[in-house]
């Protein structure tokens, strides 16, 4: 058969069970696109930052909490946790806590350059694999009107630092330095080798069309 008649793709077979530790639609897109089979799973733990902590320890640490959360429960699957923050000038910006919250945290973002941290954890057993990547934001400079508009969509609401950039805050990126993937919520450059790893993720074949 000449080379012409295969095609690539992406097969999963005989995979260990994988669990999602998160409610964000975002990571559910990421491991459906990587046709990844695995089972839904929301942690309940409180978030609230310990005094001073810093934003990679504080994604770490819930990363890990998360997964050590629903793994208690699953102790024979593979559990998958994040967390992301968005830090500027050293402070930690988390979800607003109403619109007067959002138009603050966008007023100090607009024109400037932030941090997003993603921290991400693989558990399964006493096993844990803790993963972190950062990447940096750039907003163009936002008038009150625009500010105004964004907030009145709701977007920003549920959001760490008011805005989702695949959403309709992309309107107000500049740039971004680093991965977009983990500006999302999953560093899936820095993901992929371990799930591959794992056998969570198997690697591409020749298949006959």
Not at 30 to 53: C, G, H, K, Q, S
Not at 88 to 105: R, T, V
Not at 127 to 135: G, K, M, Y
């Amino acid at each position: 058969m000449n080379e012409e008649e295969y095609t690539y793709a992406y097969v999963v077979v005989h995979l260990p069970h994988l669990i999602l530790a998160s409610g964000s639609p975002r990571r559910k897109q990421w491991l459906e696109a990587l046709r990844i089979p695995f089972t839904l799973v929301i942690p309940n733990i409180d978030e609230t930052p310990y005094a001073n902590e810093g934003a990679r320890a504080l994604v770490e640490r819930l990363a890990q909490a998360k997964a050590k959360h629903v793994g208690r429960d699953n102790p024979e699957s593979w559990i998958l946790a994040a967390d992301t923050i968005v830090s500027f000038e050293g402070k930690i910006l988390n979800k607003p806590q109403d619109h007067k919250d959002a138009m603050a945290m966008l007023r100090s973002l607009q024109g400037q350059t932030h941090e997003v941290h993603t921290g991400c954890c693989l558990q399964r057993g006493d096993r844990s694999i803790l993963i972190h990547d950062e990447a940096r934001v750039t907003f163009r400079p936002m008038s009150e009107k625009e500010m105004a508009w964004y907030v009145s969509t709701e977007e920003p609401m549920d959001k760490a630092g008011g805005y989702a950039i695949q959403g309709q805050g992309a309107y107000f990126i500049k740039k971004v330095e680093g991965s977009y993937a983990t500006v999302m919520g999953l560093p899936i450059e820095k993901l992929i080798p371990h799930l591959k790893s794992l056998g969570l993720l198997k690697a591409w074949v020749r298949l006959p069309d």
